[in-house]
């Protein structure tokens, strides 16, 4: 399968304690993106790479969450100190864009969903 | 900045009947802009994509819509429903930038279709 990976697909961790997911994008995409989606609103921007470069955060993103990419391959998303209103489905996408043609469309891997308890 | 507004939260068609989801959108350049679907339990899946070429582009699933500047909105039609297109829409913009911007995407718009 050549689509972008995301492990593990579910998670659950007590309050308080740290998590990582990883994202694998599809080969060559040179963007890659997080997102976080809880029931019934849409994928909410934290923040992407081009390359291995972090480019945005979202504002709303604490300190708690960091994110990397490095060599500009697979990307890790981990949360610190991890509280109830964390618990969402994170979505991992990957692109390839290319000077002043912006975006190409992104594909979007299944997903991790993490319920902190 | 970029943004988008998706005018209504749900949409009930009968099947057999045309399908209509609308989406503005706001954007300090010439935008990039997409029409993803999520079926229940499912990933996010592109239906179509508008990157400035023709402005009525062809998607998936007999999908289209219309790219208008002058209006900003780019509307998702379908002429004919089928009962699996019950599932949730999204609506995507993205300035061009110099590499393209992040996607930003609108709050979407689920889809019922009664048969």
């Known amino acids: 399968d050549t689509g972008v990976s995301q492990d593990p697909r579910h998670k659950i961790t007590k309050r308080g304690q740290n998590v990582t997911f990883r994202c694998d994008p599809i080969?060559?995409?040179?963007?890659l993106y997080w997102y976080r989606q809880t029931l019934g609103q849409g994928p909410e921007f934290l923040t992407y790479?081009?390359?291995?470069?972090?480019?945005?955060k979202s504002r709303l993103l604490s300190d708690r969450f960091s994110a990397e990419r490095p060599k500009g391959s697979f990307s890790t998303l981990e949360i610190q100190r991890t509280e109830q209103g964390d618990s969402a489905m994170y979505l991992c996408?990957?692109?390839?864009?290319?000077?002043?043609?912006?975006?190409?469309?992104?594909?979007f891997g299944q997903g991790t969903r993490l319920t902190v308890v | 900045a970029q943004s988008v507004t998706q005018l209504d939260s749900h949409v009930s068609v009968s099947e057999g009947t045309p399908v209509l989801l609308r989406c503005n959108y706001s954007?300090?350049?010439?935008?990039?802009l997409f029409w993803y679907v999520q079926h229940p339990n499912k990933g996010l899946q592109l239906l179509l994509k508008?990157?400035?070429?023709?402005?009525l582009v062809k998607g998936i699933n007999g999908f289209e819509a219309e790219f208008k500047k002058s209006e900003t909105s780019f509307h998702l039609t379908k002429p004919s429903a089928h009962m699996s297109d019950a599932a949730e829409y999204f609506c995507?913009?993205?300035?061009?930038?110099?590499?393209?911007?992040?996607?930003?995407f609108g709050a979407g718009t689920i889809l019922r279709v009664k048969s």
């Open positions: 790479f081009q390359n291995e470069a972090q480019l945005e």
């Open positions: 996408a990957s692109s390839l864009t290319s000077l002043h043609r912006g975006n190409t469309e992104a594909f």
């Open positions: 995507v913009v993205s300035d061009k930038g110099e590499y393209g911007n992040k996607l930003v």
């Open positions: 508008y990157t400035s070429a023709a402005t």
């Open positions: 954007s300090s350049y010439s935008p990039s």
């Open positions: 080969s060559e995409h040179n963007r």
